[in-house]
């Protein structure tokens, strides 16, 4: 699998991979994504600042993900502690076609993520997500990442995680 750099072109195909992982999240119980958010005003804005790359497998279009290295203002409120100030990447709206789940394409964007922090010499990785999205839990824990605290973030708690890379 590569990333490549999402284009205003790719929006359609975005958003129904954003609105499928929706239902998904639903169908598993999970409120997370269940307000609006993200919305094609968020994928717009990714795609605006650089941000959204697209996840391509067999030359085909099987997710998309922001990739985000200007830091994460709600990350300044933390309750708990980070285990590093330094500069870090943070992954935000990963959505993966419904046929790709399961297959440890999201494993591999977050070694894609690391690969390019370390491109740009950033050696933390930072992620949150909701408390009872349990599928996204595990691939946090499962790479590697420690839990360091809650955060809000649209109006709901999430829970922090850092791995140094």
């Known amino acids: 699998?590569?990333?490549?750099?999402?284009?205003?072109?790719h929006l359609q195909r975005i958003m129904e991979l954003i609105n499928d992982a929706k239902a998904y999240l639903k169908s598993c119980g999970v409120d997370q994504w269940q307000n609006g958010y993200?919305?094609?005003h968020s994928i717009e804005n990714d795609i605006r600042k650089g941000t959204g790359y697209l996840c391509i497998a067999d030359e085909k279009i099987v997710g998309?993900?922001?990739?985000?290295?200007?830091?994460?203002?709600?990350?300044?409120?933390l309750c708990g502690k980070w285990l590093s100030t330094q500069p870090y990447v943070v992954v935000h709206r990963l959505a993966l076609d419904r046929h790709s789940r399961g297959k440890g394409l999201a494993s591999q964007v977050f070694?894609?993520?690391?690969?390019?922090?370390?491109?740009?010499n950033i050696h933390s990785f930072k992620v949150d997500t909701?408390?009872?999205?349990?599928?996204?839990?595990?691939?946090?824990?499962?790479?590697?990442?420690?839990?360091?605290?809650?955060?809000?973030?649209?109006?709901?708690?999430?829970?922090?995680?850092?791995?140094l890379i």
């Not at 990442?145 to 809650?150: D, N, S, V």
């Open 64 to 77: 998309y993900v922001c990739i985000d290295f200007e830091g994460e203002p709600a990350y300044e409120t």
């Open 111 to 120: 070694a894609l993520a690391e690969a390019l922090a370390q491109k740009r």
């Open 38 to 40: 993200p919305d094609q």
């Open 1 to 9: 699998m590569e990333l490549k750099i999402a284009k205003a072109d």
């Open 130 to 163: 909701d408390n009872d999205n349990e599928i996204m839990k595990h691939l946090i824990e499962k790479n590697g990442f420690q839990y360091c605290g809650t955060i809000c973030f649209d109006n709901s708690e999430k829970i922090a995680y850092e791995k």
